[in-house]
């Protein structure tokens, strides 16, 4: 009877010993189709964007290489690259900066308690649900004369007045800014209030006792101890215009011409209209570059950051 | 220093009243310490007397001007806050100096006071540091020496000890009172804590749900609180509040302390600032604090205040140099303050000795204390 007893102990042990086995195993299987898929897809595509990047493949790929010979053209032969670098430095600036304005003056405004701040949380927010093909393409009709502002107030009685940000190649890249910031603004804004409602209350009433104005209150002491924020806001507002693609392609398709190529424009048109697979992925690989070289000093810091914070 | 006036201040926050009516007069140089209960006010009269809240009626005198127009940078007050209100992005030594100047103190005098001050509380090796980078003494350390640079008139503290730890908290407490015992400024120091304002202050206001309840040196506080919050407030552990009846029994009047369903003990009540004959066959609360029931007392023989009782012991709680009986009086829960040597176990019968010489008496319905209250 001992020796049953056993045998039965015996096989609920390995029942037990089993049923751990699989607990443990579940998670890793369960994790491993998502883990497989974008190992290959993120990571094994961007390795070989940079080896095509250093081929000759044209519409299909050709597994020579051809050293930095895209590179060359790309830097050299290509005015078209020098116009979206350009776009995308002007557009950058412009947008962070008018973005981190916009948003930074309506969160102290609002936050001075005005009321029915939900309201205008709401209405600020609201562009963010959007996705930037759907604000590219009413901005684009807002903007069309034939269509939009310039027909509207020439149709209300000024004839002469002209609005054509959009149609001229010189300025086109501002009506992009103009669709950008209006998408983005409001994402600045609540993280500015945020940020706002962090500081604690009785700083400010520490500096109303120093002497402080209320101006000086928010340029001394307010405005610097929201740097953390301004930081993330420049790296969340530069990686959007980085990558930003769908709201020219939606707005302007890059033109008129090639005048509001932007660098993820012109990688597209390349790799995949014009049939330059090699020289797209050159291009690619220097947003790539690009973008790390912002994200990775980012962060860095950030990581830094948290190791000191207590 | 100055002294500070305040004559019936009232303040509403919307329909809510949480000032009703606040009058204190305060010396030159004293150190009055504001307690009471969370949420009474206390903070909401310190924003009021440094100018970061208006009054609604009522008037603030600092020294003999009246300030209730005076912007917050004119009134010549500091104050240190719960949380340190540190400039989050500015160094120790800005921090310090960013008061100084805003009223355009010549650089050379800013930096020998920022210097004079971190000498003075020690904070001399941390000026170059961020607040980030201070523990929390240390930012309470800058909070009180960015006041100190100031040298005001009236410091206003508001509960600066209350995010330390215990330890920290004891020592502070005593930097701040030496550092008051040095420069003599006015303080008016906030705190929930009753064991803080009984060692540091001159005088405590005891302060519930927006009135002053009592304002007095902490002995008198102690001694002779003015009504059953204030008893109950001050002290640790709090006095025992023991429902009675008074009688008359052989031409003395006291009360009955009944310990068990057989043992009931006469008290006779007898102070000299005290007649109870108005109160016979009516129910009064007995107050007596923890020491005064004990398992004997110095040169109790033939001390007629003192009375002895048996009680039957219901927990100990050791503290070290006193072990706490609690035992049923009246049904009440009664705390006592023994030897630990004479401490029976729970369930056993104790003796216990009850020193009337200082018990007070509180009429249950008016809360108030009966007798010639000081
Ligand atoms: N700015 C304010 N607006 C509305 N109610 C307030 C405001 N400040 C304080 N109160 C209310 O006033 C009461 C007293 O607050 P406070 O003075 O901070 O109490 P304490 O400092 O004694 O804990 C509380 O009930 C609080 O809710
Ligand atoms: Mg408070």
New binding site residues.
Partial sequence: MGKETSKANDKKLRNIKFRNRLGNLIPKIMIAPTFTVSLVCVYGFILWTIWISFTSSKILPKYDFVGFEQYNILFTQEPRWWVASLNLFIFSGLFIAICIALGLTLAIFIDQRLRGEGVFRTIYLYPMALSFIVTGTAWRWIMNPSLGLERLVQQLGFSDFTFRLLVESNVAIYAVVIAAVWQSTGFMFALFIAGLRGIDNSIIKAAQIDGASLKKIYLRIIIPSLRPVFLSAVIILLHLSIKCFDLVMALTSGGPGYSTDMPATFMYAFAFNRGRLAFGAASAVIMFITVMAIIIPYLYTELKGTRNAR | MASLTITDIRKK??S?E?LKGISLSINASEFVVLV?P???????LLNLIAGLETINSGEIKIGDDVVNDVQPKDRNIAMVFQSYALYPNMNVEKNLSFGLETRKVPRDEIKKTVDHVANMLQISELLKRKPAELSGGQRQRVAMGRALARDPAIFLFDEPLSNLDAKLRVDMRTEIKMLHQRIKTTIVY?THDQIEAMTLADRIAIMKDGVIQQFDTPQQVYDNPSNLFVAGFIGSPSMNFIPCTVIKQNEDTGVIFKTGEETSFFIPIKRTDLSLTEWIDKDVIIGVRPEQIASGFHLQEGNKQIHEIMCTVQVLEPTGPDTLVFVNINDTKVTCRVNPLDAKQPGENMKLMVDISKVLVFDPDTKMRIGNVA
Avoid: E, I
């Fill in positions: 926050f919307g809510q949480v009471g969370s949420g009474c006010g206390k903070s909401t906030v």
